[in-house]
C-alpha cells in the first residue's frame, strides 16, 4: 500500500542554538514527522516560496535571505538582502509573475520590495520601503505603526499593506512595480479604534479577500474589485460568551477556495467557515480545539487532509487529521521539545509516492 509524503519548512525563533528552520518530512496517511535538515538563522519568522518552487526566501533578523532548495528538501543559501536598522520582517510574499518579493516589519511600521533576478537572487539597488506614522487606539500595541502583513492583489495592480496598530489596510499602487510603488490612501480599508487587523488574504477566484483582525479576535470578508474592496461578512471566531484573553494569528483558504481557516492563541483553537464563493459571505461551522498552547500559525497539506500546527508556547508541532465533512479534527502526531516554532510552508508537490 503506497502514501503520499510531502516537506514542511518550518520557522522558529532560535535559541543560543541558532536552529531557526526545521525541513521535516509528513506523512499525509499517519502524520507521523521526521526532521531530515536543519539551518542555523537568527528568528525565522516567516517563509515564502518562489513562483517556480525552486527557491525559498527567509525573514530573519539579518533582513531577508534566499536559498535554494536541493532534490532531497535541504536549503542552500544563495543570496542575502540586508535591512540594516530594522529587526527580523514579519511576514513576505512573493508577486504572481515571480519578479519581485515585498515584506512587512512589525516593530518600526515599514514596508518594503525589491525585484528578483530570473535565479531568484535580490537585486539589492532595486529596494524601495516606506514607513507607516501615526498610531492607534489601544495602548501599548497601537502606540505606533505595526505593518504586520503585505499582499499583492490578484489582479497585480496594488499591494495591500495591514498595520495592527493604524487599524487599516494600507493600499500602494504597483502598476509601476517596484519603482513605481505610491500610497493610494483613497482604496485604503479602515477597521473600528482597537480593532487590530493582522493578515489579508485572497481567495483562489481573485475576486473575495479576507481580513483576520488580532486584537478583536475577528475576520471579515470583502468582494474585490480593480483595488476597490466591499464588506460582505464580519464574523468573530471565539464561542458565543467567551470571556477569557485570546488573540487571532493565522487566516487561510481551503485549495478549493470552499472554506476559511482562523487560529485562536488563547482560546486555542481553528475557527472553520464556509465560504459562499459567489458572495463572500461566511458562515462558521465549528471552533475546534487543537490543544497545546499558542498556536502560531497552521497550514494544510495538499490535499487537506492532514492540518499541521506550531504550538508556539508549547514548543509543539502537532499533525491533525481533518473531516471536512464532520468538520472535526483528530491529533495524530507530535513533534515536541521544539523552541517556539511560529510558521508553516509545506512543498506544493508530494516529496515522493513510498511503499
Not at 514527522?33 to 518552487?53: C, F, P, R, Y
Not at 532595486?126 to 506614522?133: D, N, P
Not at 487571532?248 to 481551503?254: C, P
Request: glycine share 10%; net charge negative; proline share 6%.
Amino acid at each position: 500500500m503506497s502514501h503520499l509524503v510531502n516537506l514542511a519548512y518550518i520557522g522558529h525563533y532560535t535559541d543560543e542554538t541558532m536552529l531557526g528552520i526545521r525541513v521535516v518530512r509528513v506523512d499525509c496517511e499517519s502524520g507521523a514527522m521526521e526532521v531530515l535538515h536543519t539551518v542555523q538563522i537568527a528568528n525565522a519568522v516567516w517563509l515564502v516560496q518562489s513562483k517556480d518552487g525552486s527557491c525559498i526566501y527567509s525573514a530573519c533578523n539579518d533582513g531577508l535571505v534566499a536559498f535554494r532548495v536541493q532534490p532531497d528538501g535541504a536549503l542552500e543559501e544563495f543570496s542575502r538582502l540586508p535591512l540594516p536598522g530594522l529587526t527580523a520582517p514579519c511576514h513576505a510574499v512573493v508577486s504572481a509573475d515571480g519578479s519581485c518579493l515585498a515584506w512587512a516589519e512589525y516593530r518600526n511600521g515599514v514596508i518594503g520590495a525589491v525585484e528578483l533576478d530570473a535565479d531568484g537572487a535580490f537585486r539589492q539597488d532595486t529596494l524601495r520601503t516606506v514607513r507607516h506614522e501615526g498610531r492607534g487606539f489601544s495602548s501599548p500595541r497601537q502606540d505606533s505603526p505595526h505593518a504586520h502583513c503585505v499582499r499583492f492583489t490578484p489582479d497585480g495592480k496594488f499591494l495591500c499593506a495591514v498595520d495592527l496598530s493604524l487599524d487599516a489596510v494600507k493600499v500602494y499602487d504597483f502598476t509601476g512595480g517596484v519603482s513605481g510603488l505610491a500610497a493610494r490612501p483613497e482604496l485604503d480599508l479602515h477597521f473600528a479604534p482597537g480593532t487590530g487587523p493582522r493578515h489579508i488574504v485572497f481567495h483562489p477566484n481573485g475576486h473575495l479577500a479576507f481580513v483576520i483582525s488580532e486584537l478583536a479576535s475577528r475576520v471579515a470578508s470583502y468582494r474585490y474589485s480593480d483595488g476597490v474592496f466591499e464588506l460582505v461578512s464580519d464574523e468573530s471566531l471565539l464561542p458565543d460568551g467567551f470571556s477569557g484573553t485570546s488573540i487571532a494569528a493565522a487566516v487561510k483558504v481551503s485549495e478549493d477556495g470552499g472554506e476559511l481557516y482562523c487560529s485562536n492563541r488563547g482560546h486555542d483553537s481553528l475557527a472553520v467557515f464556509s465560504i459562499d464563493q459567489a458572495t463572500g459571505a461566511l458562515s462558521r461551522r465549528a471552533i475546534l480545539p487543537l490543544g497545546g498552547s499558542f498556536p502560531r500559525d497552521f497550514a494544510f497539506a495538499p490535499g487537506g487532509r492532514i492540518l499541521l500546527a506550531c504550538l508556539k508556547k508549547s514548543g509543539i508541532l502537532r499533525t491533525y487529521a481533518y473531516d471536512r465533512a464532520a468538520c472535526s479534527l483528530a491529533p495524530l502526531a507530535d513533534l515536541s521539545g521544539l523552541y517556539r516554532p511560529l510558521f508553516v510552508l509545506f512543498s506544493p508537490q508530494p516529496l515522493a509516492t513510498n511503499p
